[in-house]
């Protein structure tokens, strides 16, 4: 499942830029869309390519398989770091705004977790879904108050040239890391894919990442705050609208917060275990020590481990590209 934008990572990667980030999210969501259709293609057309790992020696030319196992292993850990990462987000909400304390909240969720991560995720996954276009309409409605001010902020900002290069590069790296979670769950549709839709999702994968991200930092570039000192800047910000949008969005918000952790756990469980007493022991590993990872907070985790991750997610968009079928 492809990470739905937030606005602490939409200014992180692209608002401090000015112009060249929007230039940047247009770019972002062109090569997550080239991503997704190139990546569906291949599945379904090779019939020997049924599992991500499949995938990796598929695109590696079967010859490379240190290099396949070492990128095995940095998908597994990304997939864990965003278990950790969403975990964090999720305490950070309610630390945010109700000032409940990290390793509160956190000992609920591992409670949580643990349970859903044992049983069928089938129904996380179908709220996950029906969350989507919710959320979507969300960030659009509240991006449409006022649409005309943050446009004319656009229209007046300057190109300044020491954006650009850092512009540009943020939003490889944006789509590098997303590329990381996206890819390995792309691979689990192979019994969806035919060869009328690959370029269809390419297409709206596209138009997701991009109007939701531009929506973001119109909202952003419209805000009164100081960003920086906001985990959940959005959250904060949608209050400006009344209570009613504040209890409506953060319900949204933290339903859609959850089914990332359970995905990301799930995907990193199943990637790295096939046992299941191993399954279940680090299962319990997972849960217990993301108590303490909330303590690190969200945006320090954010600014640090999304931009490493993303630098070597370039190796497998490279070599993806690289492939003509």
Same mark, same amino acid.
């Not at 990470?3 to 602490?8: I, V, W």
């Not at 305490?91 to 609920?108: L, V």
């Not at 991200?213 to 009164?224: A, C, E, G, M, V």
């Not at 089914?259 to 096939?274: D, E, M, P, R, V």
């Given at each position: ?5 937030h ?17 940047g ?16 293609k ?13 995938? &990796? ?16 292993? #940095? ?9 950790y990462?969403?975990? /964090? ?16 909240t ?7 977790? @643990? ?15 029906? *969350? ?15 649409? /005309?001010?943050?446009?004319?902020q ?19 790296i ?17 019994k969806y ?5 690959? @370029? ?6 596209s138009?997701?990442?991009?109007? &939701?991200? *531009?929506?973001i930092?119109?909202? *952003? ?10 985990d ?22 933290? #339903?859609?917060?959850?089914? /990332? ?7 990193? *469980? ?19 020590? /993301? ?26 968009? @490279? ?7």
């Amino acid at each position: 499942m492809l990470a739905l934008p937030h606005g602490k990572e939409i200014y992180i990667f692209f608002s401090k830029y000015g112009l060249y980030g929007i230039i940047g999210i247009l770019l972002s969501g062109t090569i997550l869309g080239i991503l997704t259709s190139k990546v569906l293609k291949i599945i379904g057309k090779e019939q020997e390519v049924n599992t991500y790992n499949e995938f &990796l020696f598929y695109i590696f030319n079967n010859k490379n398989s240190k290099l396949v196992v070492i990128l095995n292993y #940095i998908i597994n850990t990304f997939l864990l770091i965003t278990f950790y990462i969403m975990v /964090s987000g999720f305490t950070a909400y309610f630390k945010q705004e109700y000032n409940i304390p990290n390793y509160m909240t956190g000992i609920i969720l591992a409670i949580l977790c @643990y349970v859903a991560l044992n049983n069928n995720i089938d129904e996380v996954v179908k709220i996950s879904a029906i *969350l989507v276009p919710v959320i979507i309409l969300f960030i659009i409605s509240f991006g449409l108050f006022d649409i /005309s001010n943050g446009i004319n902020q656009v229209l007046e900002m300057n190109f300044i040239a020491n954006n650009f290069i850092r512009g540009m590069w943020n939003s490889i790296i944006y789509s590098s890391y997303n590329s990381i979670i996206l890819i390995p769950v792309l691979v689990t549709l192979k019994k969806y894919v035919n060869k009328k839709n690959f @370029y269809s999702i390419g297409v709206i994968t596209s138009l997701v990442v991009i109007v &939701l991200s *531009l929506f973001i930092y119109i909202i *952003l570039l419209k805000s009164n705050i100081d960003i920086i000192e906001f985990d959940l800047p959005i959250i904060y910000i949608v209050k400006q609208y009344g209570s009613v949008f504040k209890y409506l969005y953060g319900v949204v918000i933290v #339903i859609s917060i959850f089914t /990332s952790i359970i995905s990301a756990g799930y995907s990193f *469980l199943k990637n790295s275990i096939k046992n299941k007493k191993k399954y279940s022991k680090l299962l319990k590993v997972m849960c217990i020590s /993301s108590i303490f990872i909330t303590n690190i907070g969200f945006s320090n985790l954010v600014n640090t481990l999304y931009p490493i991750f993303g630098i070597l997610g370039i190796v497998q968009i @490279y070599y993806i590209l690289k492939i003509k079928i």
